[in-house]
C-alpha cells in the first residue's frame, strides 16, 4: 500500500476527462545526493535519490501537486521531505565546502511560523512541510500529495516555490511535537542526504506523471477494498 498517497484523500479524485496538458504549469526537481567535507559517507552509501514533478493549473485556481519517486531510502520507514528556501549551489566543489545540499537554506517559511506537520493549518508549519516520505521494503516510496500553500504560476506570489531546493534528510520528521529548538525550527529530520532545485519545465510528459500515479493510486485503493471485503466475516458467520 503507497501510504503517501492514501494519506491524502483527495488525491484519487484529480483526473477529469478531457484534460489538456496545456492548462498546466510544470516543474520538475531531479534528486542529486549530497556531498562535501562533513557529510558522512555512510548517510549517502545507498546512493538515495528521487525524481519529482510539480503541477498546478496556469490560471492560478488550482491546488499545487507534487508527485514523484524517492529511492535507495532506508527501507519501511519514513523520511523528512521539505522544500527549502533558495536554491542548492550544485557548482560548488565538494571537497573543500561543508555540505553541499546545505548551501541552500533553512525550510522555506515565508510566514516565519514554527515547523509542524505536513497536515496542519498554515499557522502552525512551514510552506516547506511537505508529507514524508514513507518507504516500501525495497526502500522506494511513490510519492503524491496536494497542497494549498505553494505556487508555481506566479513569481510575485509569497508561496512561489520555483528556485527553492527540495531536500530528502536522513531521518523521520518528528512535525515540530518535541520540546527541543530542533524539533521546532526542523522536525530534527537529520542530515540532508539528498537535494534537488525547483525548475520550471515546458514538457507535457511530466504532467503525466501525475496521470500514471493516480491510476496506480486508484488500483491500489480497490485492491484495498477487495482484500478488505474478502476478510470480512459474512452475515452466517456471525451471531
Known sequence: MFKNALATGAIIATVQAGKNDDDYEIAICRMQINSGTTVNPADTANNPGGFFSLRQKKDGSGILKIAGVGFNLSPETSHAFHIHAGPVDFTADPA???????????????????HGAWD?????????????LWTDSLGKSVYAYETMYGNIVDSSDDYYVVGNAM???????????????????????????????????NSKRYNRIWEDLEELIEDELEESEDESTASSPSSSDTD
Open 96 to 114: 573543500t565546502t561543508a555540505n553541499v545540499c546545505a548551501t541552500s537554506g533553512g525550510h522555506f517559511n515565508p510566514d516565519t511560523t514554527l
Open 120 to 132: 496542519n493549518d498554515i499557522a502552525d508549519k512551514h510552506v516547506g512541510d511537505l508529507m514524508q
Open 167 to 201: 531536500t530528502i534528510h536522513k531521518l523521520v520528521d518528528d512535525e515540530g511535537l518535541v520540546d527541543s529548538d530542533a524539533s521546532r525550527k526542523g522536525g530534527s529530520a537529520g542530515e540532508r542526504i539528498a537535494c534537488c532545485n525547483i525548475e520550471l519545465s
